[in-house]
């Protein structure tokens, strides 16, 4: 009867331990690039994530070739002289919620946060800081962050012919809804 | 207490294996597993002069002109072929995923043609796996040259010929792509008894990216039937070029042995011969406009 009780909770340690953790594999992103010229939209809604909080520790992964574009030569374009997905298919980011300590996860709310990590897209990884908010809904959390990024930080080279078709910062939002995770 | 000491044990170990374990491996091993298609295997939905496995995704128009000059062996007087041009003009668009139609006209016999072309198997990695690439060609020409023989009953139907395709491509890198393209040519009518109305032949073709925007291709069609008694002096039609791609235009440059742009008449009437220096320079233009 104790080894019972003692598998029971052990098994119950293992599960608060991975209610902890939430996660999502439908996850949206987008990213705009506006000039005079021209306009370019994408978005990619097969965006995974996982987000620990007891840790404050998140990661994201993104499949480059999930984008879907207006023009289907943008996204061939995007996809075999810019990102090289064949070469590099993810771009990942590995993180931490700086500010954990004010965002109360068993009160529904919206709290700003500031997460700072590793963005790994095109084979060069660089250290980003964004903002962005968790809001906690009951049965799961959303968040949702906009920032910036510049393709050259990433070595995404640009020829001539198309530079001002292309801006030189892009804008990403990306916005998830997380339900928590069942342990395998 | 060996209980307590078991149960304290067994939590610590509970609690160390999730802290240790990295967030992104347990990410992928909780993501379902996508496909990955292979895109572009080539630039342009031609190789050279003979069709790739790609189509126009749908919702997209290619006009496409090109041109093959005369051969460079004609000499400095006609400036290597230069002087003559032999065009072709097409207007082709991307019905739905699997689907592309095609318009043309071209000066090689006054040939208007039509084709249609189905994707049936994508080349796909990860959660499903697909080694090649097919696609099914088949297109109609019907010339409107002059009958050489006007005195004789010339019925319309005798201007009608029928090329069937099946494509079969594998991207085998970012860089390098090869097809193979075994192809059925019908003719309602050839010059004389000597000409088989049914033509089969085997294409291979590839592209070696040289830059991002920069590939080498090459085409050869092999003729099975025996070339040795037509009436003609037949070649099979061998083809090397570039790809140049600038944004929505692909040009292509091609260097070849044959003078028709289209199935029927660079598989079953190519004269010229590569060794003798019957080569055509030439290019084509792919511009894509975006419909919907």
């Not at chain 1, 002289?81 to 109360?104: A, Q």
């Not at chain 2, 009518?189 to 088989?196: G, I």
């Amino acid at each position: 009867m104790k080894r019972i009780i003692i598998v029971f909770t052990v098994s119950f340690l293992f599960l608060t331990a991975s209610a902890q953790k939430f996660m999502t594999q439908t996850g949206n992103i987008s990213f705009f690039s506006h000039t005079p010229i021209e306009d370019i939209k994408a978005y990619n809604n097969q965006v995974s994530s996982i987000l620990d909080i007891s840790t404050g520790e998140i990661v994201f992964q993104v499949n480059i070739k999930s984008f879907k574009f207006e023009k289907a030569l943008m996204e061939e374009h995007f996809n075999e002289n810019y990102m090289e997905s064949e070469k590099y298919p993810r771009s990942t980011f590995k993180g931490k919620i700086l500010n954990t300590e004010s965002v109360d996860f068993t009160k529904t709310g919206k709290y700003d946060v500031k997460v700072e990590g590793d963005l790994e897209m095109h084979g060069v990884t660089n250290k980003v800081t964004v903002n962005g908010i968790i809001e906690v809904i009951s049965g799961g959390i959303n968040a949702a962050s906009k920032f910036n990024i510049v393709p050259e930080d990433y070595k995404i080279n640009i020829p001539g012919i198309v530079r001002d078709n292309i801006a030189k910062t892009l804008e990403v939002t990306i916005t998830v809804k997380y339900t928590p995770l069942a342990s395998k | 207490m060996r209980h307590l000491t078991l149960f304290i044990f067994l939590s610590l170990i509970s609690v160390s294996l999730f802290s240790q374990e990295d967030l992104l491996d347990l990410l992928n091993k909780n993501v379902e597993p996508e496909i990955n298609f292979a895109s572009a295997t080539f630039k342009s939905t031609r190789i050279m002069n003979g069709h790739s496995v790609e189509r126009m995704p749908p919702g997209q128009l290619d006009f496409r002109i090109s041109h093959r000059f005369g051969t460079i062996n004609s000499g400095a007087y006609e400036f290597f072929g230069l002087d003559q041009s032999n065009i072709h003009f097409g207007l082709e668009y991307g019905i739905l995923d699997w689907l592309m139609i095609g318009i043309g006209r071209g000066t090689y016999e006054k040939t208007y043609d039509a084709f249609a072309k189905f994707t049936i198997l994508r080349q796909s990695a990860g959660a499903r796996i697909m080694p090649v690439s097919v696609s099914v060609l088949s297109s109609v020409a019907a010339t409107s040259i002059k009958w050489t023989d006007p005195e004789r009953d010339n019925y319309f139907s005798s201007r009608l010929s029928y090329v069937n395709q099946i494509l079969i491509a594998r991207k085998i890198n970012q860089s390098f792509s090869v097809q193979l393209s075994p192809s059925f040519v019908h003719r309602n009518l050839v010059a004389t008894e000597f000409d088989p109305n049914d033509l089969w032949s085997i294409g291979a073709g590839g592209r070696m990216k040289l830059t991002k925007r920069i590939s080498l291709n090459a085409e050869y069609y092999y003729m099975i039937n025996s070339k040795t008694n037509m009436s003609r002096e037949i070649h099979d039609p061998f083809s090397i070029g570039f790809d140049i791609e600038t944004g929505g235009h692909v040009f292509q440059l091609i260097f070849t042995n044959s003078l028709a742009m289209i199935e029927k008449g660079f598989i079953g009437e190519t004269t010229g011969d590569w060794l003798k220096g019957d080569i055509h320079f030439g290019f084509n233009i792919s511009r894509v406009f975006t419909l919907k």
